[in-house]
Each structure stands twice: as C-alpha cells, then as structure tokens.
C-alpha cells in the first residue's frame, strides 16, 4: 500500500530522534575520548554480565508466569472494589526502588512479618538475600505490569466467544484451551521480553538484596567502574555490552511487545458464564488474595514505619520533596518534548521500527549519559549548575520507551479515525495536533507524564554524582538521612516519597482523563 | 465545470476507468453496485486516493495534484465526520480556518451556518450530546460555512431512518443552493436519487459512466442498471 | 524575559557587594547534611577567617579526575586513605603545611599533602540485649554457628568495605581465601555502602555490622542508648582515617592555608568527634569530649601504607570476590 498522506509530518520526530541518539552518543564520545586504554574486563566483569542475563531471565518468566493466574482471576471475578484493587496492584512499578526494598525487608526479611510468622508456627524461616531476592524484588515491581498487560489481552477476547463457550457447556479447561491459551500466545512473548529488558538495566535493587558480589548486575559494574575505580575504559566497555545486551534483546523484543494498555482492566468485567463452580471460585480468590498481599503488604509496611517515622523528619526533607517534584516536573516537560514528535513520527510510518529509538535511552547506563556530559559540560561551564536539567534529561530518556509505547497506539487511532477529516479541512501541522492529536490522546499524555513523573521522582540516578548541596533531591536526602543514623527519620521520608510518587502518577492519568471526558 | 481526462484508478486488483464532465451546480448522483468503486471515485476526487493515470480539472485549473485541503472541495464521510472532543462550534469553525483563530465576523458566520442548520441553542454541545441527526446537521453546517463549489457526499446518512435521511437531504439540496456548488453524493436508493439528483453517473464494471439525466435514466435504465436496481 | 534580566541584576548586584573572599571546599556528601560535621564547621571557621565558607558536595575523587585542572576546589575533605594514591597522582594537591607531630594518630603519619583530620577502626557492633555471646576474637568470629547473620560492604565500592578486606588481608595473609569461606555462611548480605548496612542492623535484620569502634558513641551520646557495642578483638582492628588536602593552584591559597590550621585547632579537634562521630586527629585521649574517653578502643592497629596498600588491594578483592562467589 502507497504511503497514506497524512495531516502531521515527521519533521519534528526526526529532530526529537536526533536529539536522543545525540544524547546518547555523545556521552559516550566524551568518556571515551577522556578514556585511557584500561585492562579490559576481568573476571568479575564477565561473572556480572552471566548474572544480569540469568536474573533478567528468572524475572521475566516468574513474573509472566504468576501474572497468568493473577489476570485470569482478575478477568473472571467481579467483585466490589475490583477497580481500586486493579489501580492499587500497578503502584509496585512506580515505587521509589529504594522504598520498595524497605516495604520488602519488612515483609520478607529475617526479621519481617513472614518470618516472624514462620517462626510461631514453628516453621525454618525465609531468606530475602541472594539471587532469589533480586528475582523477588523484581517480580514485586514487574508484575503488575505483566498483570495489567494479561489483563489487557483477557478483555479483548470477545464476550460473545464467552457465550459460544458457555452454550456448548464446555468446561473450564476447554475454555482455556480454546479462548485463553490462543491470547496468551499472543500477549506472554512480548509481556516476557519486555520485563527482561527492564530487570537487565537494574541495579539498585541488586545493591542490598543481592548477598554478595556474585550478585553484581552490569549496571553495578558500571557504577563501580566509574565511582570507585575511575576506569572510564572498563566503564565504557561495560555500557556498550549492556546497550547491545539490552538493546538487542528490546529491539528482537520490538516486534512482540504488546501495546501498553491505558485502561487496562479497569473496564468492566466480560460477563462469564464458565468457571462458576465453588472450586474455581474459591481458586480465584485465593490467587488473588496471594497477589494482593504480595503486591499490597511491603507498601501496607511502608506507611506505617513511615507513619511512626513522620514526626522524626527534618524541614529540610521538605524542601527536598520541593527539589524533586520540580525535577520530575521538568523530567515531563522534557519527555513530553521528545515522546510526542517521535510518537506521531512512529504513528505515521508504517512500520514500527524508529520505536527503537526510544529502546536507547532504557539499554543506556543512566551514570554513563551523566558522566559523559559531565566530561562535555566541563570545559564550558560548571557542571554542578546543570545537575538538575541533566537529571531530568536523564529520567526522560529512562522513560522514552514507556511513553512511546503509550502514546503511539493512541495517535494511530486518532489519525486513522479523524486523519481523513484533518485532511479535508486543511486543518495540517501543528493545527492537526492542536485540535486532534493532542486533546483526543489526553488520557495517554496523562498516563506517560504520570508514569515519568513517578518514575523519577524515585529516581537517586546521576544526581549523586554532581549533587548541588542546597539543592538535594528527596531520595538522595533519604539517602544521608539513613548514613546519619537517622533511621526513623528516613522511613517518615520513604512514606513521602511513597505518596508522592503515587501522587503524581494519580494526578496526571486521573487529570487527564477527568479533563478529556469533561 | 468538474472535468475528469482518462482518470483512471488502481488499488491492488482492482481499477476504475471515468473519464466525464460535470456542469457547475449540477446534483448528481453516484449510484451502482457494492464494491464497484463509488467511494473510491469521492475519495480521488477529494484527493485521498491518488490517481494511476488522467487528471482531474476544476473550470481550467488541474487539481489532482493538490492535497486534499488544498481543493475546492468539501467531503463527507460515511463516519467520523466530526471531531468528538471538539464542540460543534469548533467543530464548523475548523471549516472556516484549520487553526481556528476566527475574526468576529467568521465567529458570527459559524454562529449563523449553526443557526440555519437547526441546531440553535446547541454550539457549545460535544457531537455526543446529539442526536444522528443532529450530528448530520452539524457537519452540514461546517459544509456550509466551508463555501466550497464542490460538495462530495459519501453517504454520511446511511445510518439513519428513511424519514431522518430524507430531511437531511432536503436540507442538503438546499443548502448547495445556497452556496451555488456542484453536489456528488452517493447513494444505493433510487428514491434518494428522485428527490434530489438531476443526474447519475452509474458505476460497473471497472468504469464510471457519464452522467446522464436522472429521471430520463431510471425511467429507461440500461440492462446493467437495470440487473442493479431489479425489478 | 525581563524578569530573567532582574533576576540576574539582582544576582550580579549582590554579588558585587559581597567582598569576601570565598573558599570553596569540596566534601563527602554526607558531610554537609544538617548531621553531617559542614554546618558547625562552617559557622565556627567564619567567626574568624573573614571568608565565607561555601561547601561542594559530591563524589570527591571522580569528581576530582573529571574536572581536572578546571576544579573549582580550593580544599578537598574526607579524602580517605584507600583514594590518597589516586588522589595524589592527579598532581593537584600542595603541601598540607602543618605539622604532623602535632598528630595523635595510633600510627605514625608522615605524608606532607594528606592531613588527617578524624580517624576510627573497623570493628563489628552488635546489640548486646539480643546477642548474648559476642565473640571475643577474629578467630571466634569465624567460628559463630550460621545463623548468626552479619551485613558488611563491598570493598569496591566502600571504604569499610575494603579496610575489612585489608584487615583479613593483615591478619591472614595467605590463608584469606579460608576466612572468607568460613565467615561466608554468617554474610546476610553485601551492600553497597555503610548506610545501607547500618540500616540493616539497625531493623534487626541482622545480628551484627561491620561498621567503626566509634558508632556506639552515637548510639550513648545521641539517643542515650547503651545497648550497641563494638566487639573488640585483641589481634588488632583496621585503622582508617579522613583527610583533609590543599588544591595547589588555588587562588585562595591564605584562606586554605587558615583552614589547614583551623583542622588542627583544638577547637576543631573537639567538635569533630561529636559532629562526624569520629575520633580525631590531633588531641591527646585525655582531652577527649567526656564519652568519648569511656569507649572502649583496640590496643593494637593495623595499617597498611598507601603504597602497600595499592599493591595488595587487587589481589586481596579478588580473593574476597572468589572465596563469596561460591
């Protein structure tokens, strides 16, 4: 088929591209241009990089595989404040990683509420450390999105297939193989790659949970190489494995990713007329009450140390949480300029692949696109001025391959229902995004601003490297709050961060769609 | 005068040959069999489907090579004829310019074309909030203050009821009165090609005919109109 | 646009009247913070140097290697003395100029650029309300039963880490790869930093904490609780020690040098134990602030010299990375 004409051109997506790639590159540029031919990897490099693939790995497909139950039970039950536990189950995947690791301590450590349990009971406790607490910890973050993608795939099984099945009385079993198992195919592909790419980037959660330095994500190698060993080299070399790692696996991943879904199961249930029976019913609601108190107990946690915690905080943790929501608010700012002109650019082609434009910014190490900058930044002026925008760029670009995921299904649409319209009225350009793009896709400009807004007001990133002292980001003061012996004081910032994040997802995708429905 | 030379259109398999002329303020009708290219020759018309061959003329000027915005032309489509979030206001005043910066006197036009079409009281409403009908009205408003001298109507009725459908295309017959321009519009009932065409251009086969008098051609229809229209 | 324009006017206005001179002194960036030891210190040194003090905080030394010769630094504090090789080799740095005999270290220190200013040792804490058997040596630490749980730090990416490693390394030599696979089922976990193992303990998640025979100080003097103690071992703890070096090319070199001085003044010497909960550098035991006196310190250190240190550093990682990749 002829390239449709359309009412937008891709001359700004191009721009925003570059501006990405540039970034990127150009980081890299400047640290291997200060470089000094190095040792290369070592052993503990190459164990590093062994490590990353298999707990990406393990992450991936645990995460997927509980997700399957969790949304079937999710997808099959109605219930009174399905909506809500629906909304609360996704707040893992924007949590602050280091609060997270706090709400899972207290939950899953040695001394958490499990243990504790085990122990009355007379039951050998649980250990969090090790290779199996960085899994735990990243499917505590990963699945809820792997839920809300199944989530996803349930409600776009037709309800009248429903009706055929129920007519034909087929059993629950049948109704898997034949309605279920097909989407499934469809959706866990893309669902797994997805995750592997997000776990293969992490780091933070590696740092206390990993047990040991056989627990060393590339991430932390990198961190290492720069921060402690200052070996610019081995930390160059570090990152390009982890962008063709990373890069490699989302760009295979590109073609089978699903969409990200915006309502994701937040419509109403598709009346059922299978799995009626007691067994399923009591099946269901165990799963889901596993999943809730999986996903819902370490945050449950969280506010009530972080309760106790409140009166213990220092004003200055307050002018922190004002320093970070300003970062996260320009982190928006600066992805909504780069995600929407790339969006429409990727909407109006017809075929997907320029999306793995915003793969890069995800596969890149966060420390070498600051440091590199650092290394540029310097001849010209004082770098710690520029901490800031520098972290906001950086959070941006972490956020990219969300954003386009979220935003380019919803101006596809827009253009395929009113593009024809557009043309016909001449209205062209900035006029089409004006008055079609960009009120008909609010509810996923919401949802992305959100999801950056939340993602990195969390975010300690490189801001640690050149921070400003008077302008301290809420994570990095939570950070010196717990070097200080201030321990209480911390979990009262951790409740703050908690809620802001959450605040802000909550703001921009209920706004939005409060705004678009208005 | 609409002017088409050797036009002829290909998608995949399929290709349409029309090679007519149409006279300025003529209401024709485009009639002919499911799948035998009416819309697609609305659609070159109004520039969304390129041409393979032949051009397309407006009195002397040629333009098939303008983008669609570009042309004298205003469209309606079977659906999606107005922007949901916008109001019918926005929505007919896209139709006067695409960045909707209206002068006054272009603010009271869209007022008055709104007016006219019967939706008084109802420009700050959201397509929603109306009914088929209304809906209909108020794209047939944006038609009217778009002033173009050709109107191109692809069946944007065909979900209404008879009687629905029929006031509407009163109110189009009299609205490109108004506006002197040439109507296409295309239709399978031959009762809406009584009440409002003067002529009908016949589509089968792989070729759009010329048009000829409406009440001349359905009261003696060749054997293929004739094999459509049945007994 | 205007408004940016009598932002700046406003900023170069009171810029113009300020005539101090102002030393910029890069540190730690826990330094700093409202408990870190930079507010007092600022306050007190700007009661007489006529200067004003203005912290940069951040990574020291990558920060240091990035910028090069364009650092802004005029002073740099909290050096430690695993980063001095790499610090000095930047060829930054100028004679500390004071004099190190003044020092009451439990070494002897004879380096002319690096001065320090506090030190401590490496030691275990532990609650003594919860573990009722502490052990009394290195070798019964390796003996403790499994479920004894103690969190240390990454020698790559933390000073205590790395002096605990260099600590096995002093005590063991040869048989270190033996000692860390003993002690490797007591490992709850390794973090990153100090902080985050702190945190550990203090939740209870583990028994003990490699951590300074100076935190319990903290714990008796901040929050009067006299239950967390160092265990002190009598084949020796590792020293460490912070630092505090003048950039050479400053153009603040007067002020920088009054700093230099200020670290070794008495008045110095005595809020820096209580600010940085940390020993200091230059004032005879005696003299300590009244708790400081009471806690109970090693008879015998261990210290490797920076040269030593560099060359057994590698070797001695590797062999902690090996012996707990296991």
Redesign the interface.
């Known amino acids: 088929m ?1 390239q449709r ?1 359309q009412p937008i051109n891709g001359r700004a997506g191009v721009v925003a591209g570059t501006i990405v790639v540039a970034s990127v590159c150009l980081a890299f540029l400047g640290i291997v241009l ?1 470089a000094e031919p190095g040792a290369g990897l070592g052993p ?1 490099d190459w ?1 590093a990089i062994r490590f990353t693939v298999v707990q990406a790995t393990l992450s991936a497909l645990i995460s997927v595989a509980l997700s399957v139950p969790l949304a079937r039970a999710l997808a099959r039950r109605q219930m009174p404040g399905r909506q809500v536990l629906i909304t609360l189950l996704g707040a893992p995947f924007i949590l602050p990683v280091i609060v997270a690791v706090l709400g899972l ?2 939950v899953f ?3 958490g509420w499990v243990n504790d349990t085990l122990g009355t009971l007379g039951l050998p406790g649980i250990s969090i ?2 290779l199996h ?1 960085v899994v735990l910890a990243h499917v505590f973050f990963n699945l809820p999105l792997a839920t809300r993608l199944l989530l996803q795939g349930w409600q776009s099984i037709p309800a009248e297939r429903f009706r055929l099945a129920a007519q034909l009385d087929l059993p629950p079993s049948m109704v898997f193989r034949t309605l279920e198992w097909p989407m499934l195919q469809r959706i866990l592909p893309g669902a797994v790659a997805l995750i592997f790419v997000i776990c293969l980037t992490s780091f933070a959660v590696a ?8 627990a060393t994500t590339i991430e ?1 190698a990198i ?2 190489a ?5 070996d610019l080299s081995r930390a160059a070399l570090l990152s390009v494995i982890q962008l063709i790692l990373a890069g490699g696996a989302a760009l295979i991943a590109l073609w089978i990713i699903p969409q990200l879904p915006l309502t994701g199961g937040m419509d109403r249930p598709v009346q059922r007329w299978d799995a009626r029976g007691g067994g399923q019913r009591l099946l269901d609601g165990l799963v889901i009450l596993l999943g809730s108190a999986f996903l819902l107990l370490p945050l449950a946690s969280v506010a009530v140390s972080g309760t106790l915690g409140l009166p213990q905080v ?1 004003a ?1 943790v307050w002018a922190a949480a004002g320093v970070s929501l300003w970062v996260a608010g320009l982190s928006v700012l600066v992805l909504l300029a780069l995600a929407l002109p790339l969006a429409g650019w990727i909407a109006i082609r017809a075929r997907g692949s320029a999306e793995a434009i915003g793969l890069i910014g995800l596969s890149a190490s966060p420390l070498m696109i600051g ?1 590199g900058w ?2 540029l930044i ?2 010209v002026m ?1 770098p ?1 001025r520029l901490s800031l925008p520098v972290t906001a760029v950086v959070n941006a670009l972490m956020a990219l391959p969300f954003a386009l995921r979220i935003l380019v299904p919803g101006i596809r649409e827009a253009l395929a ?2 593009g ?2 557009c ?6 350009g ?2 089409a995004w ?3 793009i960009l ?2 896709c609010l509810p996923q400009i919401g949802f992305a601003a959100g999801l950056t807004g939340a993602l990195s007001i969390g975010d300690l990133g490189v801001i ?6 008077d302008r301290t980001t809420l994570p ?2 939570m ?9 209480e004081a ?1 979990a009262g910032a951790a409740l703050i961060l908690l809620l802001m994040a959450l605040g802000i997802f909550w703001i921009c995708d209920k706004g939005a769609r409060r705004y ?1 429905e208005a | 005068m609409l002017k088409l030379k050797g036009v002829e259109i290909r998608q995949g398999a399929f290709s349409l040959a029309a090679s007519f002329t149409v006279e300025r303020g003529r209401r024709v009708a485009v009639i002919g069999p499911s799948g035998a290219g009416k819309s697609t020759i609305l659609g070159a018309l109004g520039g969304f489907i390129p041409l393979a061959k032949g051009r397309v003329y407006w009195d002397d000027a040629e333009i098939s090579t303008l983008s669609p915005g570009a042309r004298p032309v205003s469209m309606l489509f079977q659906d999606n004829n107005l922007f949901p979030h916008l109001t019918v206001y926005q929505n007919v005043g896209l139709g006067v310019r695409p960045n909707l910066k209206l002068t006054p006197y272009e603010i009271e036009s869209a007022h008055n074309a709104i007016q006219r079409v019967g939706l008084d009281g109802m420009a700050e409403r959201r397509p929603a909030e109306l009914s088929g009908g209304q809906q209909s009205r108020a794209s047939l408003a944006r038609v009217l203050v778009q002033k173009e001298p050709i109107v191109l109507l692809d069946e944007p009725f065909a979900a209404l009821g008879p009687a629905l459908r029929q006031e509407m295309l009163d109110l189009v017959r009299e609205l490109v009165d108004e506006i002197e321009a040439t109507l296409l519009m295309v239709t399978h009932a031959p009762g809406d090609v009584a009440r409002i065409a003067d002529d009908v251009i016949f589509v089968e086969g792989g070729q759009a005919l010329a048009p000829a008098p409406a009440a001349e051609l359905l009261q003696n229809p060749p054997p293929a109109l004739q094999a459509y229209l049945g007994s | 646009m205007r408004r940016t324009l009598i932002a700046a006017g406003i900023l170069l206005a009171s810029q113009a009247g300020a005539d101090t001179p102002v030393l910029t002194v890069y540190a730690g960036d826990y330094f700093t913070s409202e408990w870190g030891p930079g507010p007092i210190i600022e306050a007190e040194f700007e009661k007489f140097c006529d200067c004003d003090l203005q912290w940069s905080t951040g990574d020291l030394l990558p920060r240091l290697l990035l910028e090069g010769e364009r650092t802004k630094a005029d002073v740099v504090i909290g050096l430690t003395s695993d980063v001095t090789a790499k610090a000095r080799a930047t060829e930054l740095f100028a004679p500390h100029g004071q004099d190190n005999s003044a020092l009451t270290l439990p070494i002897e220190w004879t380096d002319d650029t690096f001065l320090p200013f506090n030190y401590g040792h490496t030691a275990f804490i532990y609650n003594e309300t919860t573990m009722d058997a502490p052990p009394a040596s290195f070798d019964a630490l390796l003996d403790l039963p499994d479920d004894v749980k103690i969190v240390i730090q990454d020698p790559r990416t933390s000073i205590s880490g790395l002096a605990l490693v260099l600590w096995v390394q002093a005590l063991y030599g040869d048989k270190s790869a033996e000692v860390w696979e003993k002690l490797s089922d007591n490992i709850l976990t390794v973090t990153k930093d100090w902080s985050a193992s702190y945190g550990l303990f203090t939740d209870g998640e583990a028994d003990m904490v490699l951590s300074y025979t100076t935190s319990p100080a903290y714990h008796m003097i901040a929050e009067e609780d006299f239950t967390k103690k160092a265990a002190i071992f009598p084949e020796g703890h590792y020293f460490m020690v912070e630092t505090v070096a003048k950039i050479a090319d400053t153009e603040q070199s007067e002020l920088a040098d009054k700093f230099m001085a200020y670290v070794m003044s008495r008045e110095f010497q005595t809020i820096i134990p209580t600010a940085n909960w940390s020993l200091p550098s230059a004032l005879p035991q005696s003299d300590w602030p009244e708790a400081w006196a009471q806690l109970p310190l090693p008879e015998k250190v261990l210290f490797y010299s920076e040269t030593e240190a560099a060359d057994l550093q590698a070797q001695a990682i590797e062999t902690w990375r090996n012996a707990l990749s296991q």
């Open positions: 002829a004409a200060r503990a164990q301590l207290a450590g040695r001394n450390y090790g607490g740092l206390t949970l990993g047990g040991g330095p056989k932390l961190y290492q720069f921060r402690f060993d200052f220092p200055s440091t650092f290394i310097n001849p004082d710690v229902s009113h024809r319209l043309l016909a009225l001449n209205v062209n900035w006029p004006r008055w079609l009120p008909r640690a490297l050149f921070a400003d002292p990095l003061q950070y010196r709050l717990m070097g200080a012996y201030q321990t911390a678009a």
